[in-house]
């Protein structure tokens, strides 16, 4: 079985440039989850979808994020424009729902300068 | 007050020793609890999932105890290849999963 996808590896962008990260889940797995996980923490969600429809983007930063999985597969996540506090590892997880666990992409690490 | 709450440590322990990891969850209507492993610059993996029966994987036992809202981690005979950072993580319904900030280990040799 395929893992979770997820491109770029790296990037790195200067402040107020945009970036797009881009993940696809394991085959099957309704529910997409995109974190963000700041050096020495433990994985910030950001946003979930079930579908194609968002469950949970509370802690999305709606001013400068945004994400989306128009036909339920795969996903985007943008950064418009980019922080040097937005510096992270962006990690995209599935889950086929229930009581199964995540499982995750190797991630986009994101340098702003 | 944070949803899963987990001593950061450091943890550095000899090769051979037992270490356990405790991590304590806010919502009581949780309804499934995993410990993950990330090493350094790498997603975090799943190790183990935590059943209210208590389940052990060869070196490693986890425990859940839902009255006291905390789950446990137990690694037995530590090895090297141990030294990591053990994510706590809290499915708390809907699907929506809640990590701890991680306890990092380190086996000396």
């Known amino acids: 079985e395929a893992g979770v996808a997820q491109s770029p590896r790296y990037k790195i962008i200067e402040k107020r440039q945009s970036v797009a990260f881009w993940c696809n889940p394991i085959?099957?797995?309704?529910?997409l989850y995109w974190y963000q996980q700041i050096l020495g923490q433990g994985p910030k969600l950001l946003i979930q979808?079930?579908?194609?429809?968002?469950?949970?983007d509370s802690q999305l930063p709606k001013d400068r994020f945004s994400a989306e999985r128009l036909k339920g597969v795969d996903s985007t996540l943008k950064i418009q424009p980019a922080k040097l506090e937005d510096s992270a590892v962006y990690l995209c997880?599935?889950?086929?729902?229930?009581?199964?666990?995540?499982?995750f992409g190797n991630g986009t690490r994101l340098t702003v300068t | 007050r944070k949803e899963v709450e987990q001593d950061p440590g450091p943890f550095n322990v000899p090769e051979g020793a037992t270490v356990a990891f405790n991590c304590t969850y806010s919502?009581?209507?949780?309804?499934?609890f995993f410990w993950y492993r990330q090493d350094c610059r790498k997603e975090p993996k799943l190790l183990m999932s935590v059943y209210s029966s208590g389940n052990e994987d060869g070196r490693f036992t986890a425990q859940l105890n839902r009255a006291s809202q905390y789950i446990s981690l137990l690694i037995r005979d530590s090895k090297l290849s141990d030294s990591a950072t053990y994510l706590c993580?809290?499915?708390?319904?809907?699907?929506?999963?809640?990590f701890g900030t991680g306890t990092s280990l380190t086996v000396i040799p």
């Open positions: 919502n009581s209507a949780s309804q499934s």
């Open positions: 993580v809290v499915n708390m319904g809907g699907n929506q999963f809640y």
């Open positions: 979808f079930q579908n194609n429809g968002v469950v949970d």
């Open positions: 085959s099957g797995h309704a529910t």
């Open positions: 997880a599935s889950s086929v729902g229930g009581n199964s666990p995540l499982h």
